[in-house]
């Protein structure tokens, strides 16, 4: 089997123990394990297996009296909040056959109890078969416990993300801070970079451990072995672990294939993160549809049009949302692909025309009409199959598709996309001809405009993805000196000022500022806890101004203007992309290969005073890159094109751990505990 055929495989094959244990079972599953089944063929899979029911991982659930099998699958530890919830729903359920899963390996749930030596055997787990037991009130009931990893959702055949790790981020200074902290003086890190495993906290360790084991089974039945490399901090410690994984060594001795795999910090660039630049349909869709609730990328599509009901108060949340996955069809996914990689224009004219030829098809009358594609044009189309259930049957996912564009087109929220584009130019341009300070001081009159209603219409959350896009820009734009630093701290006090009144004046909180508050109306948000908030972000953001710091050669993603050109964002992965696939195989200082053992690190050292060449990205015929912390859509085209203008020859396949949309970013970078995500205790 292809290394490329073999990946195709790999989500579905890891499904297939836990649907080898669901038959006759009610299945309780948490939000991240439920998100990578919807993009492998949804809850369909588990039924046709022969589950009974499906149901949320809450202990507000339970089996009926009549479901004596249950099948728990998590994405967490099995210890503390995680085993909790499944003391709880078997308490309250009367089951005498309960089969756990967990994406957590067992090696790693022995660090996870303070265990270094490595015991023969599962005991942790046997332990917890016990523990099952003893809830079920019986110890002659069956328990099983194992290991599945069922991470990986497949949202096209060269892009898989990673939903159990969507919160995983790169490390910032105000992280370092909190690391040296609990360090004597002497033994204090000097950058992220010199950071080593060790010296994180138990949950980063343990989650980035369990990811380097979800790739090492990866490889393992692609028959593949690695080079690792990697860019930024975060990606480093990630590649370092999987380079001297003992498991991934023994494989590599063996294993007939060989991939590249380069793992890229996002915080290194976060101007392509939070811009508003993608030409790009998906990233509107994902941007302007809510969520599907307990899902990190996909959204809600609403079905109304596809019946005889009127919008109304009563027929609201009548019907199930469809959804971008298309699992079934091949059409589907085709055209699902394109509105992922294509430019917007194309995909939506794509979208016409798969709905054209799937009325065709099934001969209703379709009224052509050449020319400008519009939102009502689609809904045309679309609402010629509500009367005929085989036809919408048969075509459900193009279907869907098609009423995602075309909601996504007519949206009122698409106004403020443009408008944020306008402000990021603007910054930009900014950025050639002034320094930092001067920039952000062009931030106060948009702050204060949008708070008393006149000009510009952005909302708290929007003006936080913009000081995100300038500060991830700014440093080589503005590198200034003492005196300028001054000045931006200046402008910051202001800028903070500014953002605290117009805080406390909302009528109501976004999700987003609620979080970084930690208050949910406005009436309790005082002065004083909107001010500590910002400042705390503003910190926060001076990390992402310096995150490219340790970088030689892609210090910077600006290019500035002259009189002739105006200035340009130059993103960081086509900058690392074109170094892969330079047709001089140069070294680059910034794409550090991790080496697994002695033979490599002698490599290594005899290539300073002998001619031995040192394993390059471009050497394998497959290269995986890795994104971790998330990867636009506008990038999965920009990768495809940098590909294609090199005729490498090389199969690009995209991982990360989440598909990004411009909101994420302030959440990912202001909200979450980078140094302890949760993995269930």
Same mark, same amino acid.
């Given at each position: 089997?292809? *290394?490329?055929?073999?990946?195709?495989?790999?989500?579905?094959?890891?499904?297939?123990?836990?649907?080898?244990?669901?038959?006759?079972?009610?299945?309780?599953?948490?939000?991240?394990?439920?998100?990578?089944? /919807?993009?492998?063929?949804?809850?369909?899979?588990? $039924?046709?297996?022969?589950?009974?029911?499906?149901?949320?991982?809450?202990?507000?659930?339970? =089996?009926?009296?009549?479901?004596?099998?249950?099948?728990?699958?998590?994405?967490?530890?099995?210890?503390?909040?995680?085993?909790?919830?499944?003391?709880?729903?078997?308490?309250?359920?009367? $089951?005498?056959?309960?089969?756990?899963?967990?994406?957590?390996?067992?090696?790693?749930?022995?660090?996870?109890?303070?265990?270094?030596?490595?015991?023969? =055997?599962?005991?942790?787990?046997e332990q917890f078969e016990e523990k099952l037991c003893e809830w079920m009130g019986d110890m002659n009931y069956t328990a099983e416990v194992m290991h599945a990893p069922v991470v990986? %959702?497949?949202?096209?055949? /060269?892009?898989?993300?990673?939903?159990? $790790?969507?919160?995983?981020?790169?490390?910032?200074?105000?992280?370092?801070?909190? @690391?040296?902290?609990?360090?004597?003086?002497?033994?204090?890190?000097?950058?992220?970079?010199?950071?080593?495993?060790?010296?994180?906290?138990?949950?980063?360790? @343990?989650?980035?451990?369990?990811?380097?084991?979800?790739?090492?089974?990866?490889?393992? $039945?692609?028959?593949?072995?690695?080079?690792?490399?990697?860019?930024?901090?975060?990606?480093?410690?990630? %590649?370092?672990?999987?380079?001297?994984?003992?498991?991934?060594?023994?494989?590599?001795?063996?294993?007939?294939?060989?991939?590249?795999?380069?793992?890229?910090?996002?915080?290194?660039?976060?101007?392509?993160?939070?811009?508003?630049?993608?030409?790009?349909? !998906?990233?509107? @869709?994902?941007?302007?549809?809510?969520?599907?609730? &307990?899902?990190?990328?996909?959204?809600?599509?609403?079905?109304?049009?596809?019946?005889?009901?009127?919008?109304?108060?009563?027929?609201? +949340?009548?019907?199930? *949302?469809?959804?971008?996955?298309?699992?079934?069809?091949?059409?589907?996914?085709?055209?699902?692909?394109?509105?992922?990689?294509?430019?917007?224009?194309? %995909?939506?004219?794509?979208?016409?025309?798969?709905?054209?030829?799937?009325?065709?098809?099934?001969?209703?009358?379709?009224?052509?009409?050449? &020319?400008?594609?519009? !939102?009502e044009q689609l809904c045309s189309y679309v609402q010629l199959f509500r009367d005929s259930w085989g036809a919408l049957e048969s075509h459900s996912g193009v279907l869907q598709l098609?009423? !995602?564009?075309?909601?996504?087109?007519?949206?009122?929220?698409?106004?403020?996309?443009?408008?944020?584009?306008?402000?990021?130019?603007?910054?930009?341009?900014?950025? &050639?001809?002034?320094?930092?300070? =001067?920039?952000?001081?062009?931030?106060?009159?948009?702050?204060?405009? #949008?708070?008393?209603g006149t000009g510009s219409d952005l909302s708290m959350d929007d003006l936080l993805v913009l000081l995100v896009y300038v500060y991830s820009v700014a440093k080589e734009a503005c590198?200034?000196?003492?005196?300028?630093?001054?000045?931006?701290?200046?402008?910051?006090?202001?800028? @903070?000022?500014?953002?605290?009144?117009?805080?406390?004046?909302?009528?109501?909180?976004?999700?987003?500022?609620?979080?970084?508050? +930690?208050?949910?109306?406005?009436?309790?948000?005082?002065?004083?806890? %909107?001010?500590?908030?910002?400042? #705390?972000?503003?910190?926060?953001?001076?990390?992402? !101004?310096?995150?490219?710091?340790?970088?030689?050669?892609?210090?910077?993603?600006?290019?500035?203007?002259? =009189?002739?050109?105006?200035?340009?964002?130059?993103?960081?992965?086509?900058?690392?992309?074109?170094?892969?696939? /330079?047709?001089?195989?140069?070294?680059?200082?910034?794409?550090?290969?991790?080496?697994?053992?002695?033979?490599?690190?002698?490599?290594?050292?005899?290539?300073?005073?002998?001619?031995?060449?040192?394993?390059?990205?471009?050497?394998?015929?497959?290269?995986?890159?890795?994104?971790? &912390?998330?990867?636009?859509?506008?990038?999965?085209?920009?990768?495809?094109?940098?590909?294609?203008? /090199?005729? #490498?020859?090389?199969?690009?396949?995209?991982?990360?751990?989440?598909?990004?949309?411009?909101?994420?970013?302030?959440?990912?970078?202001?909200?979450?505990?980078?140094?302890?995500?949760?993995?269930?205790?």
């Amino acid at each position: 089997m292809l *290394p490329t055929d073999g990946l195709v495989c790999f989500p579905g094959q890891t499904w297939e123990k836990v649907l080898s244990k669901v038959k006759k079972a009610v299945v309780f599953m948490d939000d991240r394990c439920s998100e990578s089944l /919807h993009w492998n063929g949804g809850a369909a899979l588990l $039924f046709e297996a022969g589950a009974r029911n499906i149901k949320q991982f809450s202990s507000f659930e339970a =089996g009926a009296q009549n479901e004596p099998k249950a099948v728990f699958v998590v994405s967490t530890v099995l210890k503390g909040r995680t085993a909790d919830i499944i003391k709880d729903i078997i308490s309250l359920s009367h $089951f005498q056959y309960c089969v756990v899963f967990t994406t957590v390996p067992h090696s790693i749930h022995l660090l996870a109890n303070n265990v270094s030596a490595d015991l023969e =055997g599962n005991p942790v787990f046997e332990q917890f078969e016990e523990k099952l037991c003893e809830w079920m009130g019986d110890m002659n009931y069956t328990a099983e416990v194992m290991h599945a990893p069922v991470v990986f %959702a497949p949202l096209t055949q /060269h892009l898989h993300i990673l939903p159990a $790790f969507s919160d995983l981020f790169p490390l910032l200074d105000v992280d370092l801070e909190s @690391i040296n902290e609990k360090r004597p003086e002497k033994k204090r890190f000097g950058s992220l970079m010199d950071v080593d495993l060790h010296s994180l906290p138990p949950e980063l360790q @343990i989650q980035i451990k369990t990811l380097v084991s979800t790739l090492n089974g990866l490889f393992e $039945f692609i028959s593949t072995r690695e080079e690792s490399f990697s860019v930024g901090p975060m990606s480093r410690l990630i %590649a370092t672990e999987l380079a001297n994984l003992p498991q991934a060594k023994n494989r590599r001795k063996t294993a007939p294939n060989k991939a590249s795999v380069v793992f890229v910090d996002r915080t290194l660039d976060l101007t392509g993160a939070v811009g508003h630049h993608g030409d790009n349909l !998906a990233e509107k @869709i994902l941007s302007v549809l809510p969520q599907l609730p &307990g899902h990190v990328t996909d959204v809600q599509v609403d079905m109304m049009e596809l019946t005889h009901l009127k919008q109304t108060t009563d027929t609201k +949340g009548i019907l199930a *949302p469809g959804c971008l996955a298309q699992n079934q069809s091949a059409t589907a996914r085709l055209l699902w692909e394109t509105m992922l990689v294509a430019k917007q224009k194309e %995909a939506v004219i794509e979208v016409r025309r798969q709905l054209v030829e799937a009325a065709s098809k099934e001969n209703l009358p379709i009224k052509m009409s050449l &020319g400008r594609v519009t !939102a009502e044009q689609l809904c045309s189309y679309v609402q010629l199959f509500r009367d005929s259930w085989g036809a919408l049957e048969s075509h459900s996912g193009v279907l869907q598709l098609g009423l !995602a564009a075309a909601q996504a087109l007519r949206h009122p929220d698409l106004q403020r996309w443009d408008a944020c584009l306008a402000f990021e130019r603007l910054l930009l341009q900014a950025l &050639g001809d002034s320094d930092l300070a =001067g920039v952000l001081k062009q931030l106060l009159p948009l702050i204060k405009s #949008s708070e008393s209603g006149t000009g510009s219409d952005l909302s708290m959350d929007d003006l936080l993805v913009l000081l995100v896009y300038v500060y991830s820009v700014a440093k080589e734009a503005c590198p200034g000196g003492s005196e300028e630093e001054k000045q931006v701290e200046k402008v910051e006090q202001e800028l @903070i000022g500014a953002l605290t009144l117009r805080l406390t004046r909302e009528s109501t909180l976004s999700p987003l500022v609620q979080e970084i508050t +930690g208050v949910l109306c406005p009436e309790e948000l005082t002065m004083e806890c %909107a001010h500590s908030a910002l400042e #705390s972000m503003f910190g926060t953001l001076r990390g992402v !101004a310096r995150a490219r710091d340790h970088l030689k050669n892609f210090r910077s993603v600006f290019t500035s203007g002259d =009189g002739t050109h105006q200035a340009t964002y130059r993103p960081l992965l086509k900058q690392v992309l074109e170094e892969i696939f /330079h047709s001089d195989r140069r070294e680059c200082p910034d794409i550090e290969h991790m080496s697994g053992g002695l033979t490599e690190l002698l490599k290594t050292g005899f290539s300073m005073f002998m001619k031995v060449s040192r394993p390059h990205p471009s050497d394998h015929p497959l290269l995986f890159l890795f994104l971790v &912390g998330g990867v636009t859509p506008s990038e999965l085209r920009l990768i495809r094109e940098v590909v294609s203008t /090199h005729k #490498s020859g090389t199969q690009v396949i995209i991982m990360s751990t989440r598909l990004l949309r411009p909101s994420d970013v302030p959440r990912l970078l202001f909200n979450i505990d980078r140094l302890r995500p949760d993995i269930g205790v």
